[in-house]
């Protein structure tokens, strides 16, 4: 019989034991083992219903044609954490309310034990919360999310990626917006793909029209300003007395006097614009000056006629009850007049499209389209629906070279009659 000084002694290390647990579960819900190449893998029928009762043995895996054991694999019912990456600049101040009621719709519809981030972006990137399940702490991050100016799509899209590397397990990047970047610092559309080939995280972006809206903007912009190309002196001198913000590359927007630097809503001048444009041509120009070049790095797309035919992205496929991305893209809607403002916002909307589609593409994600908002809450929908029904696999590749090549992978089941999605590949730079 244990003395009442005894059975509280007990008490406190059978609380220790329980803590030290609890922490050790922790420490391998966020281990990273380095030489492990994560998979993730959607499974459906012919008729676009979801296979959920694959079993481990059912599946193969092979990296460059070589087959791989399948080390790991993940059950439907293991937790989810996800980053829920918000749009929140000038063009969604009056739909804010709309965005938020959908976005924690999407919240309660994850499987209880899925742990959720919240982080939102305009000019500014800000982080919300840290990854929880409780729907209540995650209704109130939603809530305090703001319209700002401006858009930092690629520095957003890179701080959640570094955020999420460190998980293990099942993982997912959800993005919602239209993807035009106009003032990223040190992210670029390149680099934040290359990073995304180096991890087994899967990405649902979510595209929302705003073509509409910034042209009207632009339009009015030019109406109360005529622009002129600056001179290499105006673009090299700050006016004087201020210092003038900066694009990626280093360069300041131009000016000429006291002339207005940006737009409503954070805009760059439609110049700047062009500018940006024509300097990312020159740099991919200057990085894959021959296009049979065998160690160049899909990371970094130049257009897909220009780039080694094993280092293009995967055709777009229609996937069952999604629309086909490659008839809805904003370049070949209803254009209105051919002027400079139109081709400008052409190539904007253009490479926007392009990033959102390698996005999903290269990471066995899917696209899916909000051109309005009242297909938003579909849309995160069968995004939820998506992450209730993917399975994790995980391989160790018998390639043990850091050697920053391409590996292809290829995932295949002996079950008949059904379609698999998974990332076709990954750089071999140490990080899966």
Do not use: C
Not at 355 to 369: D, V
Request: charged content about 30%; overall charge neutral; proline content about 7%.
């Amino acid at each position: 019989m244990l003395s009442s000084a005894s059975r509280i002694f007990l008490v406190f290390v059978l609380i220790g034991i329980g803590a030290v647990v609890s922490v050790a579960q922790e420490v391998e819900t966020i281990k990273t083992d380095t030489n492990l190449v994560t998979v993730p893998v959607i499974v459906t029928s012919r008729n676009g219903l979801y296979v959920t009762d694959l079993t481990k043995d059912e599946f193969k895996i092979a990296e460059d044609g070589v087959p791989h054991e399948v080390a790991f694999f993940g059950k439907l019912a293991a937790p989810f954490h996800v980053i829920l990456l918000l749009d929140t600049s000038g063009s969604t101040k009056d739909k804010l309310r709309q965005i938020q009621n959908a976005a924690f719709v999407f919240v309660q519809q994850l499987q209880p034990a899925d742990r959720v981030k919240i982080i939102t972006f305009d000019d500014e990137i800000r982080d919300l919360n840290e990854f929880t399940s409780n729907r209540e702490t995650l209704r109130t991050a939603i809530n305090t999310a703001r319209s700002g100016n401006g858009s930092k799509v690629y520095d957003a899209f890179e701080s959640a990626l570094n955020t999420i590397r460190r998980i293990q397990g099942r993982k997912a990047i959800v993005v919602f917006s239209d993807a035009v970047d106009w003032h990223s610092d040190t992210a670029t559309f390149d680099g934040t793909l290359r990073n995304l080939d180096e991890e087994g995280v899967i990405v649902y972006p979510i595209r929302y029209e705003t073509r509409a809206t910034t042209e009207a903007i632009a339009r009015q912009q030019q109406d109360q300003i005529t622009p002129t190309l600056p001179t290499r002196e105006v673009i090299r001198r700050p006016p004087s007395g201020t210092t003038p913000p900066t694009f990626p590359g280093g360069d300041p927007i131009p000016t000429t006097g006291s002339r207005r630097q940006t737009g409503p809503l954070g805009l760059p001048l439609p110049e700047d614009i062009m500018r940006r444009r024509r300097e990312g041509e020159r740099e991919r120009d200057r990085r894959y000056p021959n296009p049979t070049e065998p160690n160049q790095i899909p990371g970094s797309i130049p257009p897909d006629d220009r780039m080694p035919p094993e280092h293009r992205l995967p055709d777009r496929r229609r996937i069952p009850g999604q629309t086909d991305p490659t008839t809805t893209t904003t370049t070949n809607r209803r254009r209105g007049p051919d002027d400079e403002i139109t081709r400008m916002l052409d190539m904007a909307y253009s490479r926007a499209d392009d990033y959102l589609n390698a996005l999903a593409e290269k990471s066995g994600g899917r696209l899916l389209r909000a051109d309005t908002l009242e297909y938003l809450p579909e849309a995160f929908a069968q995004i939820a629906a998506e992450l209730r029904t993917q399975y994790l696999l995980g391989y160790y590749p018998l390639n043990k070279e850091h050697d920053e090549r391409y590996r292809r992978i290829k995932v295949a089941t002996t079950r008949k009659d059904v379609m698999i999605r998974a990332r076709p590949g990954y750089l071999a730079t140490g990080a899966k």
